[in-house]
């Protein structure tokens, strides 16, 4: 077990290689911001649009600023005899800190998607959050539809199409959906998150853009039946091997849906905390998230997204996040809030339950040998 005389040692990661970039800096201010110097020596690394590691004098700050003046290019060994991060100091390679947990506030590609988590483990390290198969699967929202689908939990109509049958015959594409169900639709790349290229179709020619959009952010893409009226409804899952659902919180929307532009730009979309809902419905809200958190085979956290339709209260599952936004305001650290768990006493948890999780995939045996 980690001895308790020193502090444990925190490498907080942001930025990356993602067009949730500038999100992640936002989630990144928030968390560092409650890491308690008392108990967490906190090592920052920044990773750049290009995906260059860096390290130094207050990386967030720098990020946030564009300029990353003065800072080295750091690098997590991926062999587990040599753990920490190491820096680039000429042609040599120096030890810059140990880390007892490593933890990606990255949103979207190469940090939510179960990338950086296949570095991890193959550092055998610890990490916040869910492994490989659970990123993965939780952000390809075309696998992930599928996986809900065999879980018997209620999903929105949906096609993945691929980029390349877009380019070759988008008409046909067009004509095979309007055959699926009336307008509006909505595209989505099956690997993005916060709105980029997502668009509502209420005609042809919407739906042929939005095919294009869509396929421009990614090889796979949704063409997904509209949920007249929805209502936006999201739980906040925590824990490991026994998670459970915070109470559900419902996004009021300022724009015609929850746009980019309203997650981060005017900010003027309102929250519901709790959701009004009939407790049935909240209560089958709570158990979908929750078994859908299973099903992916989850750690640490995820925030599951809903749509209720207002007329009829029928629940559809949209998608669940991995690292979900993570500022103050946040739906995820708002929901825990509501629940009872603070935003700092959040993030504690999270880091335990990295460490756990270490614990128990250290009982996990990497050989075999044969008894015959
Ligand atoms: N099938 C749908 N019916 C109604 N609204 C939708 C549908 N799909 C997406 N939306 C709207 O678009 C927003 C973004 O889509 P979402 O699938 O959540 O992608 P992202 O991962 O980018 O958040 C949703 O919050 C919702 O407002
Ligand atoms: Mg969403």
Not at 249 to 263: A, D, M, N, Q, V
Not at 314 to 341: D, H, Q, V
Request: glycine residues 8%.
């Amino acid at each position: 077990m980690m001895s308790t005389d020193r502090k444990l040692r925190i490498a907080v990661l942001f930025g990356g290689r993602s067009g949730e970039h500038e999100v992640s800096l936002m989630s990144a201010r928030s968390v560092l911001s409650v890491l308690d110097p008392a108990k967490y020596e906190v090592t920052q690394v920044g990773i750049t649009h290009d995906g260059t590691w860096l390290s130094g004098e207050d990386v967030l700050g720098k990020f946030e600023n564009n300029n990353t003046d003065g800072l080295l290019p750091v690098i997590v060994s991926p062999d587990p005899s040599e753990k920490g991060i190491y820096i680039l100091e000429g042609e040599a390679l120096k030890k810059l800190a140990d880390i007892d947990v490593y933890f990606p506030v990255l949103h979207g590609t190469f940090g939510e998607d179960g990338t950086i988590q296949g570095l991890f483990e193959l550092a055998d390290v610890a990490y916040v959050g869910a492994g490989v198969v659970g990123s993965s699967v939780g952000m390809d929202k075309g696998v992930f539809k599928d996986v809900m689908i065999a879980n018997n939990i209620p999903v929105v109509d949906t096609m993945v199409v691929l980029r390349a049958e877009i380019e070759k015959d988008v008409v046909a594409l067009i004509e095979k959906a309007e055959k699926i169900s009336d307008y509006p639709f909505f595209t989505k790349p099956a690997n993005l998150g916060s709105s980029v290229g997502v668009t509502k179709c209420n005609s042809r020619s919407d739906l042929q853009e939005g095919l294009m959009e869509a396929a421009s952010f990614d090889r796979r893409v949704l063409i997904q039946k509209g949920v007249k009226n929805a209502r936006e409804i999201e739980v906040s899952v925590l824990g490991n091997d026994d998670p459970v659902a915070s109470v559900p919180g419902e996004i009021l929307p300022s724009r015609e849906f929850y746009s980019y532009e309203s997650k981060y730009i005017d900010g003027t979309s309102g929250y519901a905390i709790p959701a009004p809902l009939p407790d049935e419905t909240t209560e089958l809200i709570r158990e979908y998230a929750v078994r859908a958190y299973k099903a992916i085979d989850c750690a640490g956290m995820a925030r599951v997204d809903f749509f209720v339709e207002s007329d009829t209260n029928k629940i559809y599952l949209n998608e669940l996040n991995t690292i979900p936004g993570f500022t103050k305001i946040s739906m995820y650290p708002k929901l825990w809030e509501a629940s009872g768990l603070p935003y700092a006493k959040l993030v504690d948890r999270l880091i335990e339950l990295a460490m756990e999780r270490k614990a128990d995939r250290d009982h996990t045996s990497h050989t075999y040998r044969s008894q015959a």
